[in-house]
């Protein structure tokens, strides 16, 4: 009996493990399992969350912003209209000090680290303004992927530290294929 209880007991607490697995690594193509492109079932599936469009096919919008929890993390998703799979993951937001990529860049990672860390790369630096126009404290730095241009690793930076990273299309870049 008490075997059947252990195995019961490791079958339960297994199960979101499977489905998510352990793996917060930031990359150009996504988030540890999460890969950019996936449509919305796939999506729906490893989240284990279903995602109600309001915009997408609704009322002409091509964008959606989803917000969902991955390895029991709060991220943000953008969805894009796609027709053959209703919507595709296009980028993602994080902020959680848990995600980083696989050399350790991350929440409060600083600015001259991720210069000197990817000086060999295709790297674009400019502040962020306010919608008067005004310069903000931030900064972005665009690590962007040498292979494609369009596929980059967005870093935000505050008081020169970094407060998120989003994976998704280079802006500059964005229609280039």
Do not use: C
Not at 29 to 57: P, R
Not at 147 to 158: E, G, K, L, Q
């Amino acid at each position: 009996m008490k075997h059947i209880f252990l195995f019961l007991l490791l079958a339960v607490t297994a199960s979101p493990a499977i489905s998510q697995k352990n793996d917060p690594i930031v990359s150009f193509d996504g988030i540890g399992q999460l890969k950019l492109g996936m449509g919305k079932a796939e999506l729906e599936k490893l989240l284990q969350v279903k995602f109600v469009l309001k915009h997408i096919h609704v009322d002409g919008i091509y964008v959606e912003t989803v917000q969902a929890k991955y390895l029991g993390k709060d991220v943000e998703l953008y969805l894009m209209r796609s027709e053959e799979k209703v919507a595709i993951w296009e980028k993602v937001s994080l902020t959680h000090p848990i995600f980083k990529t696989a050399d350790g860049m991350g929440m409060e990672t600083d600015q001259s680290t991720i210069i000197n860390k990817y000086k060999d790369q295709l790297l674009i630096i400019h502040p962020e303004y306010s919608a008067e126009g005004n310069p903000t404290n931030r900064t972005t730095i665009i690590l962007a992927n040498i292979d494609s241009y369009r596929d980059a690793i967005i870093f935000t930076m505050a008081n020169k530290k970094v407060v998120a990273i989003s994976v998704g299309p280079t802006p500059q870049f964005r229609h280039r294929e």
